[in-house]
């Protein structure tokens, strides 16, 4: 299983984006997913998460300027990160927590998968 990133790119300070991240390959359920992101310099940290029924945590720094949202039907997750600052700008990957099926007995397993990471450039 693997998770595909779109979005991402050069954006103006106080510009907005769309994230997406939909995974490939065959798999059961999606619980907890959502972004995290390594700016130059630093660990790399959570930005937002949701699981499946909802709930949502957001890092104090992006709270009330960036909103994820999932269509569970399309096992998608989304990151509208809005008024943009040059301190957003990093390497932001998609994570989720996957249900994969192992064996015909319907054994599962969760694995922790990552994106490829995409960079986001926050700069007039």
């Known amino acids: 299983v693997q998770l595909v990133e779109s979005g991402g790119g050069l954006v103006d300070p106080g510009g907005s984006l769309m994230r997406s991240c939909t995974p490939s390959g065959m798999f059961d359920s999606i619980d907890v997913t959502g972004w995290h992101r390594q700016r130059p310099g630093k660990q790399r940290e959570l930005v937002a998460t949701?699981?499946?029924?909802?709930?949502?945590n957001y890092n104090m720094s992006v709270k009330e300027r960036f909103t994820i949202s999932r269509d569970n039907a399309k096992n998608t997750v989304y990151m509208q990160m809005s008024s943009l600052k040059p301190e957003d700008a990093a390497v932001y990957y998609c994570?989720?927590?996957?249900?994969?099926?192992?064996?015909?007995?319907?054994?599962?397993?969760?694995?922790?998968?990552w994106g490829q990471g995409t960079l986001v450039t926050v700069s007039s």
């Open positions: 949701m699981s499946r029924e909802g709930f949502v």
């Open positions: 994570n989720a927590m996957i249900k994969v099926i192992v064996n015909v007995e319907g054994e599962a397993r969760t694995l922790e998968v």
